[in-house]
């Protein structure tokens, strides 16, 4: 079956333009998270998506990023006004319900973003 | 909140066992404990999870001692194919991962 699929796999960009990075994940999954490995570094948690319920946003560094879910399905990553130190892998996953460790996440690829 | 600690690096050869172990002081009653692995320009793959004692799956083994304070990974008879990051996880309401362990092994 379909995994986690991301978009693009590779983004470079200007230092201050916008980009947006999209998620698709598992039909079913009802949770979806957002997460950015730097290079060298362990993984960062961003942002939580749960059903229908307010996404947990604790973990944007900024207010330059930003998610959306629409529908409860596909998910976009948004980050303006981009500086050098957004260069990083950012990477999806979903879980079929329910925050913590008990459930399996399940990640994409990633989106390599690159900031001249 | 839930903080792991594991070594940073562990070399091995093929065919030998590895364990790796994570320390997770503040874990709470409800948590569980997973193991992820990591290729390079992977995403993370789920290994195994557990709650306490022992788990065993295809792939590794999980022990947890009773007061669940640590927790080890055990790679029986790695191949080269083994070499990865492993990401040890504990219930964390901002869901990050520790810093990882990364596995090298050798012919």
């Known amino acids: 079956g379909a995994g986690v699929s991301q978009s693009p796999s590779n983004k470079v960009t200007e230092k201050g333009k916008d980009v947006e990075l999209r998620c698709d994940p598992i039909s079913g999954h009802t949770a979806l998270y957002w997460y950015r490995q730097s290079l060298g570094q362990g993984l960062e948690f961003l942002i939580y998506f749960q059903g229908n319920s307010a996404p947990d946003k604790s973990g944007l560094p900024s207010d330059r990023f930003s998610a959306e879910r629409t529908g409860g399905s596909v998910s976009t990553l948004t980050i303006q006004r981009t500086q050098q130190e957004d260069s990083a892998v950012y990477l999806c996953?979903?879980?079929?319900?329910?925050?913590?460790?008990?459930?399996?996440?399940?990640f994409g690829p990633g989106t390599r973003l690159l900031v001249l | 909140l839930a903080k792991t600690t594991q070594p940073i690096s562990m070399d091995s050869y093929e065919g030998q066992e590895v364990n790796i172990t994570c320390s997770h002081n503040?874990?709470?009653?409800?948590?569980?404990i997973t193991w992820y692995q990591q290729f390079p320009s992977q995403g993370p793959r789920f290994i195994i999870q557990g709650y306490k004692t022992k788990v065993t799956n295809e792939v590794a083994s999980l022990f947890i001692p009773a007061d669940r304070k640590s927790s080890t990974l055990s790679l029986p008879r790695v191949s080269l194919s083994d070499t990865a990051v492993y990401y040890c996880l504990v219930n964390d309401y901002k869901l990050s991962f520790g810093a990882g362990t990364t596995v090298t092994v050798r012919a």
């Open positions: 503040n874990i709470a009653t409800n948590d569980y």
């Open positions: 996953a979903s879980s079929l319900g329910g925050q913590g460790t008990q459930e399996t996440q399940y």
